[in-house]
Nanobody, 126 residues
Framework: QLVESGGGSVQAGGSLRLSCAPSGYTVGPYCWGWFRQAPGNEREGVSSMNDIGGDKPTAYADSVKGRFTISKDNAKNALYLQMNSLKPEDTAMYYC????????????????????WGQGTQVTVS
């Protein structure tokens, strides 16, 4: 089980940082992902990160490149999504997710590959 926090309401151009942490003990490595879903829309893969690899390969949706940054604090076993220059179209429920991984390289942003999910945190940009 994953637990997200950090959502809220912000004006366009503002910033938010989402956090995600497992609620219990975990044994990795994992691919980690941030996803979002607005009402009536498909779930979109925003960003992903692979635990394997010294540089922890990341991937981003084109719509958030240069504005969002995924990161992980291994000591806290916490995943983050720093969101800057927020736009109204970023408004959605944001979810973190993970699945066990055995190979290096970028992790997929296809939500069907992910096994573990959080409950979501709402981000509203006006």
């Amino acid at each position: 089980q994953l637990v997200e926090s950090g959502g809220g309401s912000v004006q366009a151009g503002g910033s938010l940082r989402l956090s995600c942490a497992p609620s219990g003990y975990t044994v990795g490595p994992y691919c980690w992902g941030w996803f979002r879903q607005a009402p009536g829309n498909e779930r979109e893969g925003v960003s992903s990160m692979n635990d394997i690899g010294g540089d922890k390969p990341t991937a981003y949706a084109d719509s958030v490149k240069g504005r969002f940054t995924i990161s992980k604090d291994n000591a806290k076993n916490a995943l983050y999504l720093q969101m800057n220059s927020l736009k109204p179209e970023d408004t959605a429920m944001y979810y973190c997710a993970a699945f066990r991984v055995v190979t290096p390289g970028s992790c997929t942003r296809d939500h069907t590959a992910y096994d573990y999910w959080g409950q979501g945190t709402q981000v509203t940009v006006s």
